[in-house]
């Protein structure tokens, strides 16, 4: 088969500046961890390290919630189009600075520039866009009774969309009147301490956003410290769990975005190399690095041989390599332990009876990769249909009616996402009545929009972000 060749097109990496060492973005202000201790943050496409990053233990993490408690009171009380203005001009400044954000998010945590730049920064000033103009609106939102803010909210993110999962976390908060203390992943601390420069720059006034670099130990003194009124949480289903077992009984709020074991369904009567694509972007967006991934692909008995030519054939298109390269598809895997992981699961998926696919694909030498995988004759009972790869990896199973389809849809232990491929209408809005699932993409996949409420079902979580519903979590309602 021809392929086409490209020519390299590197973006520049001029365009940002990363200090050596970072401390915690504390009160306004950068201020050195009391452990004295800095991990150290790498391109995962290289290997090559970018900075030293702070190590927050349970005093700093002190030091941030005391910060934003006594933030709390004053920006309460700023009338709520002034809260409105600052969050608008984070927006503002994030468009502003957006080619260094994206080249930024690449270089840290793999994604193909291509993505960054086209998909997760526009969404984040979206998503700041959104929510300044809910802040001085409330009372419309939520007719008949008064919203209130919870206070300090403590904010632990994941590293697939570390940008967009800051902007899911903190742009509601600052809109119902929270203020906050966020914690990146440690894989990708690098767009969350350039969004605190923002935030300088933006003169929001100090304490309002603190943000503090570590790894699992500091998010749990986070959601165990006292003074946090509410936790938002998005990663692995694991931690959800032992956060929820934490705030028991505490009268935290709480909030949990976790995994997922999405079903792309294609119906006989689909568009067929429309569904390619869908069924693609479903999977390879971002490595599979997405919670909402259609890491399932469950096709109709009577085209699945068809659709699963046209889609090994569209697999041998896809460019690996280079993030920074405009015409890359699929980037670095974010970490070398995510990498081991999707390795143990494929073994896993083969050892079960799966036969894999992957296209010819060369992968550089250094950094993390993985290449664009299919798993056919998979069956219900095998891990690698019911278990979270996290990576470039589609599991592929068949149907024969719509019952079917609905009955091995629904049987993970996740409900987070789902897409159906039919050109009927009314098919559509009958599987989507019978998914379990936050989310169901009808002829299209990954689709994001800030006025659009996301989140799950089952072990996929509870509570929404994005739209209307996004500012529940950050409120609590009283009659008037
Ligand atoms: P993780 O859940 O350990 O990490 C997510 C965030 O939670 C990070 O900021 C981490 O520092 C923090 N964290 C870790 N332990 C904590 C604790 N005990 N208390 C409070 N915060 C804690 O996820 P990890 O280990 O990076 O990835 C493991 C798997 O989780 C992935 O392979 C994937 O399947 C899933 N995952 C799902 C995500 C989603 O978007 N739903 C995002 C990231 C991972
Ligand atoms: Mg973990």
Same mark, same amino acid.
């Given at each position: 088969?021809?392929?086409?060749?490209?020519?390299?097109?590197?973006?520049?990496?001029?365009?940002?500046?990363?200090?050596?060492?970072?401390?915690?973005?504390?009160?306004?202000?950068?201020?050195?961890?009391?452990?004295?201790?800095?991990?150290?943050?790498?391109?995962?496409?290289?290997?090559?390290?970018?900075?030293?990053?702070?190590?927050?233990?349970?005093?700093?993490?002190?030091?941030?919630?005391?910060?934003?408690?006594?933030?709390?009171?004053?920006?309460?009380?700023?009338?709520?189009?002034?809260?409105?203005?600052?969050?608008?001009?984070?927006?503002?400044?994030?468009?502003?600075?957006?080619?260094?954000?994206?080249?930024?998010?690449?270089?840290?945590?793999?994604?193909?520039?291509?993505?960054?730049?086209?998909?997760?920064?526009?969404?984040?000033?979206?998503?700041?866009?959104?929510?300044?103009?809910?802040?001085?609106?409330?009372?419309?939102?939520?007719?008949?009774?008064?919203?209130?803010?919870?206070?300090?909210?403590?904010?632990?993110?994941?590293?697939?969309?570390?940008?967009?999962?800051?902007?899911?976390?903190?742009?509601?908060?600052?809109?119902?009147?929270?203020?906050?203390?966020?914690?990146?992943?440690?894989?990708?601390?690098?767009?969350?301490?350039?969004?605190?420069?923002?935030?300088?720059?933006?003169?929001?006034?100090?304490?309002?956003?603190?943000?503090?670099?570590?790894?699992?130990?500091?998010?749990?003194?986070?959601?165990?410290?006292?003074?946090?009124?509410?936790?938002?949480?998005?990663?692995?289903?694991?931690?959800?769990?032992?956060?929820?077992?934490?705030?028991?009984?505490?009268?935290?709020?709480?909030?949990? +975005?976790?995994?997922? $074991? &999405?079903? =792309?369904?294609? *119906?006989?009567?689909? #568009?067929?190399?429309?569904?390619?694509? %869908?069924?693609?972007?479903?999977?390879?967006?971002?490595?599979?690095?997405?919670?909402?991934?259609?890491?399932?692909?469950?096709?109709?008995?009577?085209?699945?041989?068809?659709?699963?030519?046209?889609?090994?054939?569209?697999?041998?298109?896809?460019?690996?390599?280079?993030?920074?390269?405009?015409?890359?598809?699929?980037?670095?895997?974010?970490?070398?332990?995510?990498?081991?992981?999707?390795?143990?699961?494929?073994?896993?998926?083969?050892?079960?009876?799966?036969?894999?696919?992957?296209?010819?694909?060369?992968?550089?030498?250094?950094?993390?990769?993985?290449?664009?995988?299919?798993?056919?004759?998979?069956?219900?009972?095998?891990?690698?249909?019911?278990?979270?790869?996290?990576?470039?990896?589609?599991?592929?199973?068949?149907?024969?009616?719509?019952? +079917?389809?609905?009955? $091995? &849809?629904? =049987?993970?232990? *996740?409900?987070?996402? #789902?897409?159906?491929?039919?050109?009927? %209408?009314?098919?559509?809005?009958?599987?989507?009545?019978?998914?379990?699932?936050?989310?169901?993409?009808?002829?299209?996949?990954?689709?994001?929009?800030?006025?659009?409420?996301?989140?799950?079902?089952?072990?996929?979580?509870?509570?929404?972000?994005?739209?209307?519903?996004?500012?529940?979590?950050?409120?609590?309602?009283?009659?008037?």
């Amino acid at each position: 088969m021809a392929k086409w060749t490209y020519s390299e097109a590197p973006e520049s990496t001029d365009v940002v500046s990363i200090k050596d060492t970072y401390d915690l973005f504390i009160g306004g202000g950068w201020v050195a961890p009391e452990s004295g201790d800095y991990f150290k943050t790498i391109n995962p496409a290289t290997e090559e390290v970018l900075a030293a990053i702070s190590m927050a233990d349970e005093q700093d993490v002190d030091k941030a919630v005391s910060a934003a408690r006594e933030a709390a009171r004053p920006w309460q009380r700023l009338a709520p189009s002034q809260r409105a203005k600052y969050i608008f001009r984070i927006a503002r400044v994030v468009q502003e600075r957006s080619r260094e954000l994206a080249v930024l998010e690449s270089m840290n945590g793999g994604k193909p520039i291509k993505e960054s730049r086209d998909v997760d920064v526009p969404l984040v000033a979206a998503h700041f866009f959104y929510y300044a103009g809910w802040a001085d609106k409330l009372e419309y939102a939520f007719p008949g009774r008064r919203a209130k803010p919870l206070g300090v909210a403590g904010q632990i993110i994941p590293w697939n969309f570390p940008l967009l999962m800051l902007a899911w976390k903190i742009a509601p908060a600052l809109a119902t009147g929270n203020t906050v203390v966020l914690k990146p992943a440690e894989t990708t601390p690098l767009t969350a301490l350039a969004f605190a420069e923002i935030v300088q720059q933006v003169e929001l006034p100090p304490g309002v956003v603190n943000i503090i670099t570590g790894a699992g130990a500091t998010g749990a003194a986070l959601v165990k410290h006292p003074r946090v009124h509410k936790i938002a949480f998005t990663g692995s289903t694991e931690v959800g769990k032992e956060i929820q077992r934490t705030v028991a009984g505490t009268g935290k709020h709480l909030s949990l +975005e976790l995994g997922g $074991k &999405a079903a =792309n369904i294609v *119906f006989d009567d689909a #568009a067929l190399d429309q569904a390619v694509e %869908g069924v693609v972007n479903g999977i390879f967006f971002n490595q599979g690095h997405v919670c909402c991934a259609g890491s399932r692909l469950l096709v109709q008995e009577g085209i699945a041989e068809r659709f699963l030519d046209k889609l090994k054939r569209r697999l041998g298109t896809l460019r690996l390599g280079d993030p920074l390269d405009k015409n890359t598809d699929i980037g670095a895997i974010n970490s070398r332990d995510q990498l081991e992981k999707i390795k143990r699961l494929v073994g896993i998926g083969v050892e079960e009876g799966a036969e894999i696919y992957q296209p010819p694909c060369e992968v550089p030498e250094r950094g993390f990769w993985f290449p664009p995988t299919v798993l056919m004759g998979v069956s219900q009972s095998h891990r690698v249909a019911q278990e979270e790869i996290f990576g470039p990896v589609l599991s592929v199973m068949t149907f024969r009616t719509p019952d +079917e389809a609905v009955e $091995k &849809a629904n =049987n993970t232990p *996740f409900g987070l996402s #789902a897409g159906v491929w039919t050109e009927k %209408g009314s098919r559509i809005l009958w599987m989507a009545d019978r998914l379990d699932a936050g989310v169901v993409w009808a002829n299209t996949f990954n689709r994001f929009d800030p006025g659009s409420p996301f989140g799950g079902f089952k072990e996929s979580g509870f509570g929404r972000e994005g739209g209307r519903h996004g500012l529940e979590p950050y409120l609590d309602l009283e009659p008037l």
